[in-house]
T-cell receptor
Framework: AQKVTQAQTEISVVEKEDVTLDCVYE???????LFWYKQPPSGELVFLIR??????QNEISGRYSWNFQKSTSSFNFTITASQVVDSAVYFC?????????????????FGQGTILTVHP | NAGVTQTPKFQVLKTGQSMTLQCAQD?????MSWYRQDPGMGLRLIHY???????DQGEVPNGYNVSRSTTEDFPLRLLSAAPSQTSVYFC???????????FGPGTRLTVL
């Protein structure tokens, strides 16, 4: 079965600190997609990044960066110089293959989320 | 583009009542889905649709019904509400099943 583990339940940092959110996944799929979503206190789910299993290049977007390591089944997310507005719950998610094969199944398996609090 | 919209934002029901949660998207996405978010359980897939006229069950479909008569709309019906259905419901859409799924703002449902 697919599984996503975010071992850090809560992280608390002071503004301007760097913080890394860990994500470890398990899948039987050879082609899969990984995602990060942000859920701010207002409750909506905001898409941050999508990565396919064949692309192991790290990605940087402003203060955000992602480290994908297939060898350790990890897809970690780092926020550099954190800000109070980064306070949110962050979810890592994995696309899951259809139980019987096929391409019409788009279930996302989510981790439990990491609550990040950035203090001023 | 409004993206994915959901109504209502909040709803309180009594046990046994029925209601429909509305979801619409204006991105011409073929794939749409419903998730529920519960504390400690993460998000779980209820039903999904790969296009108009085609729906299928997800992980936790019991007590819910869906239909997809148009590409834009994917309503979720609660047939007879139970307290166990108290949750936050998210609708999502994507261009393809394994594409990026964009979520609506959610509906917070309380069943008394």
């Amino acid at each position: 079965a697919q599984k996503v583990t975010q071992a850090q339940t809560e992280i608390s940092v002071v503004e301007k600190e760097d913080v890394t959110l860990d994500c470890v996944y398990e899948t039987r799929d050879t082609t899969y997609y990984l995602f990060w979503y942000k859920q701010p206190p207002s409750g909506e789910l905001v898409f941050l990044i999508r990565r396919n299993s064949f692309d192991e290049q790290n990605e940087i977007s402003g203060r955000y960066s992602w480290n994908f390591q297939k060898s350790t089944s990890s897809f970690n997310f780092t926020i550099t110089a954190s800000q109070v507005v980064d306070s949110a719950v962050y979810f890592c998610a994995l696309s899951e293959p259809a139980p019987g094969g096929g391409t019409s199944y788009g279930k996302l398996t989510f981790g439990q989320g990491t609550i990040l609090t950035v203090h001023p | 583009n409004a993206g994915v919209t959901q109504t209502p934002k909040f709803q309180v029901l009594k046990t046994g009542q029925s209601m429909t949660l509305q979801c619409a998207q204006d991105m011409n996405h073929e794939y749409m889905s419903w998730y529920r978010q519960d504390p400690g359980m993460g998000l779980r897939l209820i039903h999904y649709s790969v296009g108009a006229g085609i729906t299928d069950q997800g992980e936790v479909p019991n007590g819910y019904n869906v239909s997809r008569s148009t590409t834009e709309d994917f309503p979720l019906r609660l047939l007879s509400a139970a307290p166990s259905q108290t949750s936050v419901y998210f609708c999502a859409s994507s261009y393809s099943p394994r594409g990026t799924q964009y979520f609506g703002p959610g509906t917070r449902l309380t069943v008394l």
